[in-house]
């Protein structure tokens, strides 16, 4: 089992950068790929981006493909959410997941595949 913590988010202005951090603990952090996922409030949870286990694998949604950056730090046990170019609609709750993937290069995409879901970290985006 992986223990899943959220840090970094905040207010931004639109157009402007926060950083998020997803720290692990427990078990061995590279047996897990890790997605991060937001939830505005009234819509359903969505998936942003993800990174295999290896770290060379990455797969983004296309609202914010070009805009975000996913990246991991396996001394660290942490998995960073670089977002530029911040706009109002991501506004949300992200929430950062770990699935046990088998595969060291696959990216889970879907919410339903993570085993692991941290509590989450509040960003806000105004114009």
């Known amino acids: 089992q992986v223990q899943l913590v959220e840090s970094g988010g905040g207010l931004a202005q639109a157009g402007g950068s926060l950083r998020l951090s997803c720290a692990a603990s427990?078990?061995?952090?590279?047996?897990?790929?890790v997605g991060w996922h937001r939830q505005a409030p009234g819509k359903e949870r969505e998936f942003v981006a993800a990174?295999?286990?290896?770290?060379?694998?990455?797969y983004y949604a296309d609202s914010v493909k070009g805009r975000f950056t996913i990246s991991r730090d396996s001394a660290k046990k942490t998995v960073f959410l670089q977002m530029n170019t911040l706009k109002p609609e991501d506004t949300a709750v992200y929430y950062c997941?770990?699935?046990?993937?088998?595969?060291?290069?696959?990216?889970?995409?879907?919410?339903?595949?993570?085993?692991?879901w941290g509590q989450g970290t509040q960003v806000t985006v105004s114009s």
């Open positions: 997941a770990a699935d046990p993937a088998l595969s060291r290069a696959y990216v889970p995409r879907r919410s339903g595949e993570y085993d692991y």
């Open positions: 427990g078990r061995t952090f590279s047996n897990y790929a």
């Open positions: 990174i295999s286990r290896s770290g060379e694998m990455r």
